[in-house]
């Protein structure tokens, strides 16, 4: 039988459910457990493609095509399993689903209500987790702050659950604050009281509480907060600040989380195979040379936006012993004339221009890719940024003066970068891209093939322009290598500079693939020319 556990969280947002989440899935997988992870999101987008980066963040994509929370991106890189469609839920989709189904005719006549259609559905999408996972454990973490009107439909689901699979198979997890207040100097556990109280009244009482805290709570705050929540005080777990993310599930670990987990679902407590993670965090904590990078971007002032690029640059850093420190550019800030660019990136070592869509500072990430090709300075450019360097390319040394994307010029002359004709006809804005995997054929004796070591890839997509194949042949001649092509559709993927020291950029977003073990190729090599190795 499928166990599940239920992640939620207390008292503020942002206090690391999603990290807490992974970790947690993390410990249960090196104890030799088959995991899945799941995230709930309450808002009504039925899922964040259409929203701002600054607002939400990074839409991360699974390889089967689903644009999903940037949390979705900690859980892969933690677990280094691949997650699909039913790993992200919103209210949107839930409630989609139900109307669509009431216009169908499904329900027979029923009045359809919040209990039990949403609710049914809410738990048939837990369910369908496991059954099409075949995972033993699903870790699902529910977004936004218990007490919120908008999560409610989503903890009666879990109540359900709860009273349905029994409290052997199902294991719930606040996540709260404690907070420290100056001048009387003491830890508070009184928010956290309340917080569980609210959880309490919706008919759930939490097996382990995480108290994010500046400091270990300790055994009185614990015992305190044991009595006034019901959670024993072995089930209290300490989550204080630390450098680095990948050091939390060893926290938990030496809190012996995973096994208390284990323990209420009457599951053999294996021996945990966790030294790879703790070889990991010793790298992190020891890196003995530093990097910087700049990363060239219009959402620089949330670094959210690009989570998963600055998570892979660190990465590939991890295997040289480098740490890399993003030099985060500001690609409207490039556009003014009196722009002084060898300043801006004067201690740069390499320079990447990330995916990002509409017109909105596109001749500061072109100026920026000048500056890299003629300074040889090692450049990546991520799907935008791939699009970019070819519409640079035909300008400065090809010398088509308007070539651009129909996407910010569209009657442009030159469209070096235009829709393809299935994307024409498309009215609707969500979940319409190219979006996932999509298999790319690389070309020999190429930096690209160098980097995979492999005939054909796959990587994951989220655009809706591409390359036009008419300025291929001109391209060519002045020197662009064509090193990655999608056959079926003729489509370019992978663009590179022969005669550069290392300018490659592709179509795809490699990010989404890499671990912190185990570096994504592109942002490997691209480190490694940056930091010289
Ligand atoms: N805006 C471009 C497109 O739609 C690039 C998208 C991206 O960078 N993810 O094709």
């Known amino acids: 039988m499928t166990k599940y556990v239920f992640v939620t969280g207390g008292v503020v947002s942002g206090l690391g459910k999603g990290i807490t989440a992974s970790s947690i899935a993390l410990l249960l997988k090196s104890r030799g457990y088959k995991v899945f992870m799941q995230k709930f999101d309450p808002y009504i987008n039925v899922d964040p493609g259409t929203m701002n980066p600054i607002q939400h963040g990074e839409v991360f994509v699974t390889y089967d095509g689903c644009e999903t929370d940037l949390d979705l991106g900690h859980y892969e890189r933690f677990i280094d399993e691949e997650l699909n469609f039913t790993s992200n839920i919103?209210?949107?989709?839930?409630?989609?689903?139900?109307?669509?189904?009431?216009?169908?005719?499904?329900?027979?006549?029923?009045?359809?209500?919040?209990?039990?259609?949403?609710?049914?559905?809410?738990?048939?999408?837990?369910?369908?987790?496991?059954?099409?996972?075949?995972?033993?454990?699903?870790?699902?973490?529910?977004?936004?702050?218990?007490?919120?009107?908008?999560?409610?439909?989503?903890?009666?689901?879990?109540?359900?659950?709860?009273?349905?699979?029994?409290?052997?198979?199902?294991?719930?997890?606040?996540?709260?604050?404690?907070?420290?207040?100056?001048?009387?100097?003491?830890?508070?556990t009184k928010p956290t009281q309340n917080s569980v109280r609210d959880l309490r009244n919706m008919g759930i009482r939490p097996d382990a509480l995480v108290c994010r805290a500046p400091f270990n709570t300790g055994e009185a705050i614990k015992k305190k907060l044991s009595l006034f929540c019901s959670v024993p005080v072995s089930n209290i777990i300490d989550s204080i600040d630390v450098k680095n993310i990948y050091e939390i599930p060893i926290n938990y670990y030496d809190q012996k989380f995973d096994e208390i987990i284990l323990k209420q679902f009457n599951l053999p407590i294996k021996k945990a195979n966790i030294e790879y993670w703790k070889d990991l965090i010793n790298t992190v904590n020891n890196l003995n040379d530093e990097v910087e990078i700049a990363l060239v971007g219009k959402y620089v002032e949330l670094h959210d936006a690009y989570i998963s690029v600055s998570e892979s640059l660190k990465h590939a850093g991890y295997k040289y012993n480098v740490k890399v420190n993003i030099n985060w550019v500001d690609s409207e800030d490039l556009e003014d004339s009196k722009a002084n660019l060898k300043e801006v990136f004067k201690n740069s070592k390499g320079i990447l221009v990330p995916g990002g869509f509409g017109s909105r500072g596109i001749e500061g990430k072109i100026k920026a890719i000048t500056y890299a090709r003629e300074n040889n300075i090692p450049f990546l450019g991520i799907c935008l940024g791939m699009q970019l360097a070819v519409i640079e390319f035909a300008r400065n040394v090809c010398k088509i003066e308007d070539a651009s994307s129909t996407e910010f010029s569209p009657t442009c002359k030159n469209p070096i970068i235009d829709l393809m004709a299935d994307q024409k006809s498309i009215v609707n804005m969500g979940g319409t891209l190219r979006l996932g995997n999509y298999e790319c054929t690389l070309k020999k004796n190429t930096l690209a093939y160098n980097d995979y070591k492999e005939d054909k890839i796959l990587e994951r997509h989220r655009h809706r322009y591409e390359f036009n194949n008419k300025y291929k042949e001109l391209l060519e001649k002045k020197g662009m290598v064509f090193s990655g092509i999608n056959e079926k559709a003729d489509l370019v993927e992978i663009i590179e500079l022969p005669k550069h020291k290392h300018f490659i950029a592709c179509q795809f977003h490699p990010e989404f693939k890499s671990r912190p073990t185990r570096p994504q190729p592109l942002f490997d090599s691209f480190v490694k020319a940056s930091c010289g190795k």
């Open 90 to 188: 919103t209210s949107g989709k839930i409630y989609k689903s139900v109307i669509d189904k009431e216009r169908r005719g499904d329900y027979l006549g029923a009045t359809v209500q919040m209990v039990p259609h949403i609710t049914n559905e809410i738990k048939n999408k837990v369910y369908e987790a496991g059954i099409t996972s075949g995972a033993d454990i699903v870790i699902t973490e529910i977004g936004g702050t218990v007490g919120d009107l908008e999560s409610q439909s989503f903890i009666e689901a879990l109540r359900q659950i709860q009273y349905e699979k029994g409290s052997e198979n199902t294991f719930f997890v606040h996540c709260t604050l404690i907070p420290y207040i100056y001048g009387s100097n003491e830890l508070k």
